[in-house]
């Protein structure tokens, strides 16, 4: 796809996550794989703000043109797509309960089956590290290599997708997730989880469920 095409979905992408009420301010980001490396929103330019031309091309050595500033998670951005082939799109947010949780520091396990959507039988929390470091993105690509989302510790949470359409519903489905976990860890802990072979049935139905629709989820 051509460049500028691009550009404008992941502006409307970044849009369209405060419209969903996941995000606020100039947190947040977002990038598609592109070329060698990806297109990428620049740092801390508020999303209403955004034109075509603010997005950045960096190469997968984290080379860009220096007249720009590429997001500060650059890294992390390209750690998910070296760690990911079947990632070309990655959606970073600070939605509030994804963050909550990560305060508590716990994975969102098999509350729900839905947990699947991102790959496994729970949705991890990488470590805590200062933002916009190789240490985060060392501790991301860890957390990816086996699910398609994580939270971040203190931070917030990273989707992964085909394409951003997919990568933004993922974040969405997350945060409903973290929302549903909270409620319940209100009422108990640990909180009832289904077991490992319901979820391996359900991660084989989701290897089918939607096709006939094109781009469904999940
Ligand atoms: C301090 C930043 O907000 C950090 O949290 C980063 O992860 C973020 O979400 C937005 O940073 P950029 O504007 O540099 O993409
Ligand atoms: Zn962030």
Redesign the pocket.
């Known amino acids: 796809m051509e460049r500028n095409t691009l550009a404008r979905q992941i502006i409307n992408t970044c849009l369209e996550m405060t419209i969903l009420g996941l995000n606020q301010?100039?947190?947040?980001?977002v990038s598609v794989r592109y070329q060698e490396g990806m297109l990428i929103?620049?740092?801390?330019?508020p999303y209403e703000k955004l034109t075509e031309s603010h997005i950045v091309y960096v190469d997968a050595e984290g080379n860009h043109d220096k007249t720009q500033l590429?997001?500060?998670?650059w890294r992390f951005h390209l750690a998910a797509y070296h760690t990911r082939s079947d990632t070309h799109a990655v959606v970073?947010?600070?939605a509030i309960h994804c963050a909550a949780v990560s305060i508590l520091n716990r994975p969102i396990p098999a509350i729900h089956y839905m947990v699947a959507a991102a790959g496994g039988n729970s949705i991890p929390c990488a470590p805590y590290a200062t933002?916009?470091t190789s240490e985060l993105s060392e501790h991301v690509a860890v957390a990816l290599k086996h699910r398609k989302a994580t939270l971040l510790q203190h931070?917030?949470l990273i989707a992964c997708g085909e394409n951003l359409e997919k990568a933004l519903w993922l974040a969405h489905e997350v945060e409903v997730l973290a929302q549903l976990y909270l409620c319940t860890l209100a009422i108990t802990d640990p909180v009832p989880v289904l077991d490992d072979e319901e979820m391996a049935v359900v991660l084989e139905k989701f290897k089918t469920y939607g096709l006939q629709c094109g781009p469904a989820q999940p």
Do not use: D
Not at 41 to 45: E, L
Not at 70 to 73: N, R
């Open positions: 301010g100039t947190a947040g980001n929103t620049p740092s801390g330019i590429p997001s500060s998670e970073h947010n600070h933002f916009g931070h917030g």
